[in-house]
Every structure is written in structure tokens, then in C-alpha cells.
């Protein structure tokens, strides 16, 4: 089924940003160490792996919508301690929950109610990985002088 360009060309977009948060999240897992590592880095991975499912499922759809789906991860935030990986992962979080609010503008505006649709379960998890630094940064907060 053909789709809409516009709508095609920001999947492909969102696409990008999930393939370059699976591999900071998977950088974060490998590289990350410090006195917290143990609890923190188990999250990476989950939360990369949760990334992967949302690029599974906006790859399929574009490739539904007779589009090509991507392979060019968007901008990868590496290096640091444990905090200024955390502090990238929630930047890289907030960044996908902007664009993809428009996306879904975009897709009711055409019509695209299952591209919407899926989009907005994919922010639902973004609000809940945002809202996971968000809590350990603040737990953390007291410790940022030590670390
Ligand atoms: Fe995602
Ligand atoms: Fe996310």
C-alpha cells in the first residue's frame, strides 16, 4: 500500500533515531563503569532493547507504505561517566519525543491512523525511559560531586 511521502520520509526519520539510540544504549552497556554500573547498566540494555522493537515495528511499517526503510542511525552521544551517559540517554529520549509528537501531528493531518496509531504507543515507552533518568538523576544528584 503506498503511503504518503511526507508521512514515509518522517518514519524513515524516526527510524534513523531509533537505530542511533539501540547503539548508544548498546555503547552505554559495553563501556559504562563506576560504582553504580551494576544497577545502571542492566537498564541500558533493557532500554536498548525496548529501541529495537520500536525500529522493528516503524521498519515494517515503512516497508508496508512501499517505502526503504533506513539503515543511518542519527547523532550517537558516547563517552563520559555514568552520569553523562544517563544525561545523554534523556536528551536522546526528549529529542525523540518532540519529533515524534509532530510525526503523529503529521500522520492524523493525512489520515494515517495506524501509522498515529503506532507512533503513539512508541512515545508512550519514550515518556517511560525519560522518566527513568529523570528519577535516577534526581536519586542521584546528591552523589555527582563523588563520582
Ligand atoms: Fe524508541
Ligand atoms: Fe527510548
Known amino acids: 500500500m503506498k503511503g504518503n511521502e511526507k508521512v514515509v520520509k518522517s518514519l524513515n526519520a524516526a527510524l534513523s533515531m531509533e537505530l542511533g539510540a539501540i547503539l548508544q544504549y548498546?555503547?552505554?552497556?559495553w563501556t559504562g563503569e563506576g560504582i553504580e554500573s551494576?544497577?545502571?547498566?542492566?537498564?541500558?540494555k533493557q532500554i536498548g532493547m525496548d529501541e529495537m522493537r520500536h525500529a522493528g515495528l516503524i521498519a515494517e511499517r515503512i516497508n508496508f507504505l512501499e517505502g526503504d526503510p533506513t539503515l543511518a542511525p542519527a547523532k550517537i552521544r558516547k563517552y563520559g561517566?555514568?552520569?553523562?551517559?544517563?544525561?545523554d540517554d534523556l536528551a536522546g529520549e526528549y529529542d525523540a519525543i518532540n519529533y515524534y509528537?509532530?510525526?503523529i501531528k503529521l500522520c492524523d493531518e493525512v489520515g494515517d491512523s495506524t501509522s498515529r496509531l503506532m507512533m503513539e504507543q512508541i512515545l508512550t515507552d519514550e515518556e517511560r525511559h525519560a522518566?527513568?533518568?529523570e528519577t535516577t538523576l534526581a536519586k542521584h544528584k546528591g552523589t555527582k560531586e563523588k563520582d
Open 26 to 29: 548498546l555503547h552505554h552497556h
Open 38 to 44: 551494576q544497577t545502571i547498566l542492566p537498564i541500558f
Open 81 to 87: 561517566d555514568l552520569r553523562k551517559m544517563m544525561q
Open 101 to 103: 509528537k509532530k510525526v
Open 131 to 133: 522518566d527513568i533518568w
